[in-house]
């Protein structure tokens, strides 16, 4: 039973710095290629950093420059650095992850989510 659990959300002001960690279980990590999507209310979820097995990344150009996915395959995790906030990166957000050296941003193309964390950034 493959299992995501986000942490690290929380309310920050604009310019503000925020770290989100996955933790994975249940599969051994090397073998996935992760994602971090998010969704604001009212909005469909969007693809924001992908991470494949190598380490090669691909992201929204919405976020190019001010996040940074990265993985620890040793410990299991998944980490989203987000600097410069905005309000508009407000959102819950999810990691996921599918068996495939594959980059991919697009949200059907994953096959196991986590519950989310969420992202509240204030002007």
Same mark, same amino acid.
């Given at each position: 039973?493959?299992? *995501?659990?986000? #942490?690290?959300?929380?309310?920050?002001?604009?310019?503000?710095?925020?770290?989100?960690?996955?933790?994975? #279980?249940?599969?051994?990590? #090397?073998?996935?290629?992760?994602? &971090?999507?998010?969704?604001?209310?009212?909005?469909?979820?969007?693809?924001?950093?992908?991470?494949?097995?190598?380490?090669?990344? =691909?992201?929204?150009?919405?976020?190019?420059?001010?996040?940074?996915?990265?993985?620890? +395959?040793?410990? +299991?995790? *998944?980490?989203?650095?987000?600097?410069? *906030?905005?309000?508009? =990166?407000?959102?819950?957000?999810?990691?996921?992850?599918?068996?495939? &050296?594959? *980059?991919?941003?697009?949200?059907?193309?994953? +096959?196991? &989510?986590?519950?989310?964390?969420?992202?509240?950034?204030?002007?």
């Amino acid at each position: 039973q493959v299992q *995501l659990v986000e #942490s690290g959300g929380g309310s920050v002001q604009a310019g503000g710095s925020l770290r989100l960690s996955c933790v994975s #279980s249940g599969y051994p990590a #090397s073998v996935y290629s992760m994602a &971090w999507f998010r969704q604001a209310p009212g909005k469909e979820r969007e693809g924001v950093a992908t991470i494949n097995t190598g380490g090669v990344t =691909d992201y929204a150009d919405s976020v190019k420059g001010r996040f940074t996915i990265s993985r620890d +395959n040793a410990v +299991n995790t *998944l980490y989203l650095r987000m600097n410069s *906030l905005k309000p508009e =990166d407000t959102a819950m957000y999810y990691c996921a992850a599918r068996r495939t &050296w594959l *980059l991919s941003l697009v949200v059907g193309s994953y +096959n196991y &989510w986590g519950q989310g964390t969420q992202v509240t950034v204030s002007s």
